[in-house]
């Protein structure tokens, strides 16, 4: 196995690492601290890095899809514990698929092979696992979710496509109920798009470039983006629509290094043996003409809406935080493609790859404007 690095850069929030102007948004992009990926004795740190969490004690969850597990580190990079391995037993993963801080120094894990919820406390601990989103319901399994710190869950199911032919490359989206949890008790927001998909053959996955639907829960709303427009959908707790969120962005078309980095984002999880034909099956479908308005939505700690403008191959990050009515409260970009895992009150956690496709793990300084 090839040896992984990965960066984990920590800013002592106590001495402000840079200037900037009063009222000005900004984040610093320099690393501080670099954490190898193995240790001083051998032993490896991450394999994939793809989810995390910063606790109030400083300490970071990541989950390591690659591994199968959960790995605490202290506020200076060491690891603390490592919490499970591959497998279905209790305290076990098969597929760690989100990660969220649902309430503080409280991260759930979504487990979507087992349909099983994870729930980790600030001390390393799984204190419990559990079907979600609980009950007796058991007829949708999450495949989008979202949560506030309040523990408030919004999810929705994989939408169906009906039964397309399976002849030639076709690009489909279907639909399927957003549902919120709130002390166990469900209900269905309505219908709304999924992700959009290629169908090649008899298989199919997302499609590269394609417009995904995200969703963030801000205080007693929920905010759905499907991305088919510059507009992100709000719905109360009890299921009333409420104004949309206007957006103002510039479209754009994409390039061809956008979509091969789209496509190699995709082949991350595709078995090694069958890798170069899926890649090339990818590569014959067009591309969009447009990329989507925005990657995804992002709800922080503070009950702001972000959105991320970049895409895969551009050579920076973009985030935008909005406010009800749209208006830009921040325009933020950092010279690296992250992976953006969570925002808090005066950071951002992510992962980006270096030039050697060895993935990193990076927390970043930010200052709120006044």
């Known amino acids: 196995m090839q040896s992984l690095r990965i960066l984990l850069l920590v800013v002592a929030l106590s001495v402000p690492p840079f200037a900037a102007a009063p009222g000005q948004w900004s984040i610093n992009p320099k690393p501080f601290l670099d954490v190898a990926p193995v240790a001083t004795n051998g032993d490896v740190v991450f394999e994939r890095p793809t989810a995390g969490a910063r606790l109030s004690n400083g300490s970071i969850m990541v989950a390591d899809a690659g591994a199968g597990s959960l790995v605490l580190l202290d506020s200076t990079g060491h690891v603390l514990r490592r919490l499970g391995r591959r497998g279905n037993g209790p305290n076990e993963f098969q597929a760690i698929w989100w990660l969220g801080q649902c309430a503080v120094d409280s991260v759930f894990?979504?487990?979507?092979?087992?349909?099983?919820?994870?729930?980790?406390?600030?001390?390393?601990?799984?204190?419990?696992?559990?079907?979600?989103?609980?009950?007796?319901?058991?007829?949708?399994?999450?495949?989008?979710?979202?949560?506030?710190?309040?523990?408030?869950?919004?999810?929705?199911p994989l939408a169906t496509?009906?039964?397309?032919?399976?002849?030639?490359?076709?690009?489909?989206?279907?639909?399927?109920?957003?549902?919120?949890?709130?002390?166990?008790?469900?209900?269905?927001?309505?219908?709304?798009?999924?992700?959009?998909?290629v169908v090649m053959g008899g298989g199919g996955g997302p499609r590269p470039l394609g417009k995904q639907t995200s969703l963030a829960v801000i205080r007693d709303r929920v905010y759905v983006g499907t991305a088919d427009s510059a507009f992100v959908d709000v719905l109360s707790l009890d299921?009333?629509?409420?104004?949309g969120v206007p957006l103002s962005i510039n479209r754009r078309r994409p390039s061809d290094r956008n979509y091969l980095s789209a496509v190699d984002e995709m082949l991350i999880t595709v078995p090694a043996q069958v890798r170069s034909m899926v890649k090339e099956r990818l590569l014959s479908i067009p591309m969009p003409e447009q990329l989507p308005p925005y990657k995804t939505i992002i709800a922080d700690s503070e009950n702001l809406l972000w959105l991320l403008l970049s895409f895969p191959g551009d050579s920076e990050t973009r985030l935008q935080a909005v406010n009800e009515d749209g208006k830009i409260i921040a325009d933020l970009r950092i010279p690296l493609e992250l992976t953006v895992f969570e925002i808090g009150s005066d950071y951002l956690l992510g992962s980006y790859e270096d030039s050697s496709s060895e993935p990193h793990v990076a927390l970043f300084f930010m200052r709120r404007g006044h």
Not at 114 to 127: E, H
Not at 162 to 189: E, H, M, Y
């Open 109 to 156: 894990v979504w487990d979507l092979m087992l349909k099983r919820m994870s729930l980790v406390t600030v001390d390393g601990a799984i204190r419990s696992q559990f079907p979600f989103p609980g009950g007796s319901y058991t007829a949708a399994s999450p495949h989008k979710i979202a949560c506030s710190r309040a523990s408030i869950f919004a999810f929705q």
């Open 161 to 197: 496509t009906g039964s397309p032919s399976t002849t030639g490359n076709s690009a489909l989206r279907g639909a399927a109920q957003v549902f919120i949890v709130q002390k166990d008790v469900i209900k269905s927001l309505g219908n709304f798009s999924g992700d959009e998909i």
């Open 239 to 243: 299921g009333r629509r409420l104004a």
